[in-house]
């Protein structure tokens, strides 16, 4: 490979490359937090949960931690790129939930159930 090509091949890797990453630094929804008195808001930090209206296998299981609250319209697209594509079933809140393994996700906030801070219940060392 002549010096010429190689230049073209590594530059246009290099911007490809970055292509790629500012792509990945725009979030998906803006989370309406900040400043706001939202009473889903006070959810943002803790665990999020699936509460009793899901099946009985699903109920309980940890989602991850809500980062945020975005309100979506009807018919929304709510998928993520290369997911399954679904929309939004309904005008309503919805928490962001990250779990730290995918990308941050989407769920109706009536349909999430947040734990409680449980307090360290350790014995004392007197």
């Given at each position: 490979m002549t010096k010429g090509k190689f230049i073209l091949v590594?530059?246009?890797i290099i911007l490809m490359s970055q292509f790629f990453v500012?792509?990945?630094d725009q979030p998906r929804w803006q989370s309406l937090c900040k400043?706001?008195?939202n009473?889903?808001?006070v959810a943002v930090g803790k665990d999020a949960c699936n509460n009793?209206?899901?099946p009985i296998p699903l109920r309980g299981l940890e989602l991850g931690k809500v980062t945020g609250v975005v309100?979506?319209?009807e018919?929304?697209?709510v998928s993520g790129v290369g997911e399954w594509p679904q929309v939004a079933p309904k005008n309503d809140y919805y928490y962001i939930i990250d779990n730290d393994i995918s990308e941050p996700f989407i769920r109706v906030c009536s349909e999430i159930e947040i734990k409680a801070e449980v307090e360290d219940a350790g014995f004392s060392s007197d």
């Open positions: 590594f530059a246009v500012f792509g990945q400043g706001s008195a009473p889903y808001c009793d209206s899901h309100w979506i319209q018919g929304e697209t």
